[in-house]
């Protein structure tokens, strides 16, 4: 049995945090989740629907919340300073709360790409140009006064992703199935509407992702162009004309749409952090006793990053017996 | 006035001009052609591409585009023999949605 003096922190209280959260409880180790918004759920709090089948955002985070009843959360909180004093680290909080522990869980996750970094798309620049959070809370809500009966939807994937210049190699995983996803939405909400989607590669992955493109060819009319956008013009009516290669003819193409969606992908400001060994220690960092999780490590869809807070709490837990 | 030279047309595909109700009516008849994800398997496979330029899936994006008379042209060339249909991955009936191409666009006898 584990000590009743072991104590984690969890810094950062979405998707990965709730979820090591409730694991932790599980097996018995008293756990605080620190989080610096004032409400849980972190970017899952933000989407309306899941890809693949379109699961509804809320669902999965009342399941998550529901299962961390019971646990310590401080929301409104950042965490300033942490030292460690032999094997207890001090975590120092903005209101000068020190609390001690064991060992720390960072599950501060990732943020969504600028997308006024891609200047030519016009992002803060032309009206119409939005990006796929927006869209996402579009759905939510209901309403964007910029989204207006639109007649001709464009979606640009890849955008900050898979990008050398904006300093983004990788790829951020989850942009292909969201704009398919969001691009069924859109024929569902405005049925008269034609939606392209401007794509690099399509990387339907995951269970039930390369159905939700052939749904999305077959059931939506979702038309798939391969190629990647490569300015956008603002036309007088304010409508917007975009540039693009349809590459498997060899063409250039010229089209004009009343709505352009960026897939801003994800990145991190001191980018993602690195773990021990990307097979067989991925939740374990450098710093004896500090632990990650899901996409402060790397891109990950949401089932990932469920499955790797699991992962970090087994580590924590097998750190902790260890100790002993 | 002739100067020596002539300005060739833009070579952009003005997505704007392309009517889309010549392949909407095909896509009636021939729903398949929807699903089509260019993997080119039939081009590659094709009997009569060998010797000529024919490739199923440019056909498709081609009429995507509204350039219905290259797609009915390159459909003449087909052989009718099948092999695209054994090869596709999306099962598509790729023999029937030729059929259909030169039925709705065109004339019978151009196959």
Not at chain 1, 310 to 315: P, Q, R, T
Request: glycine share 8%; with cysteine; net charge neutral.
């Amino acid at each position: 049995m584990l000590d009743d003096m072991n104590k984690v922190v969890i810094k950062g209280g979405g998707a990965a945090g709730l979820r090591a959260a409730s694991r932790l409880k599980r097996n018995g180790i008293d756990t605080v989740v620190i989080e610096r918004e004032s409400t849980l759920g972190g970017h899952l709090a933000q989407w309306d629907r899941l890809f693949p089948d379109g699961q509804k955002a809320k669902d999965v985070l009342d399941r998550l919340l529901s299962d961390i009843n019971g646990v310590e959360v401080m929301t409104n909180h950042t965490i300033t300073e942490i030292q460690r004093e032999n094997d207890i680290f001090k975590i120092k909080l903005d209101d000068n709360t020190v609390i001690q522990a064991d060992a720390v869980l960072d599950t501060t996750g990732f943020d969504i790409f600028k997308a006024e970094k891609k200047q030519e798309y016009g992002y803060g620049i032309y009206d119409r140009v939005i990006t796929n959070a927006e869209l996402e809370s579009f759905f939510k809500t209901g309403s964007d006064r910029r989204i207006d009966n639109p007649k001709k939807i464009g979606f640009v994937h890849c955008v900050g992703s898979r990008d050398i210049k904006v300093g983004n190699t990788y790829c951020s995983k989850v942009c292909c199935a969201t704009a398919l996803k969001q691009a069924c939405e859109m024929r569902e909400a405005f049925p008269e509407s034609e939606v392209y989607t401007f794509y690099m590669d399509l990387r339907m992955f995951g269970k039930g992702y390369e159905d939700l493109y052939l749904k999305a060819q077959q059931d939506y009319g979702v038309k798939c162009v391969r190629g990647r956008v490569s300015e956008v013009a603002e036309a007088k009516d304010g409508r917007l004309v975009i540039k693009a290669e349809d590459t498997l003819l060899g063409k250039p193409l010229k089209m004009t749409l009343d709505l352009l969606v960026l897939m801003c992908g994800m990145e991190r400001k001191d980018g993602f952090i690195a773990t021990k060994n990307g097979f067989v220690e991925q939740n374990i960092t450098d710093e004896k006793g500090i632990f990650v999780a899901g996409t402060a490590i790397q891109p990950m869809t949401l089932p990932e990053t469920i499955a790797n807070a699991d992962a970090a709490v087994l580590d924590i837990v097998e750190f902790l017996k260890r100790r002993k | 006035m002739n100067f020596g030279f002539s300005i060739s047309p833009s070579s952009h595909i003005m997505m704007d001009d392309v009517s889309r109700k010549r392949f909407d009516a095909l896509k009636k008849t021939e729903p398949d052609i929807a699903i089509c994800m260019s993997c080119g398997s039939c081009t590659a496979t094709c009997t009569a591409g060998a010797n000529a330029e024919v490739s199923l899936r440019r056909m498709i994006l081609m009429l995507q585009r509204g350039k219905d008379d290259e797609a009915l042209a390159m459909a003449s060339r087909c052989l009718l023999c099948g092999k695209c249909y054994l090869v596709c991955p999306r099962g598509i009936n790729t023999r029937h949605v030729l059929l259909s191409i030169s039925k709705c666009l065109g004339h019978d006898e151009d196959i």
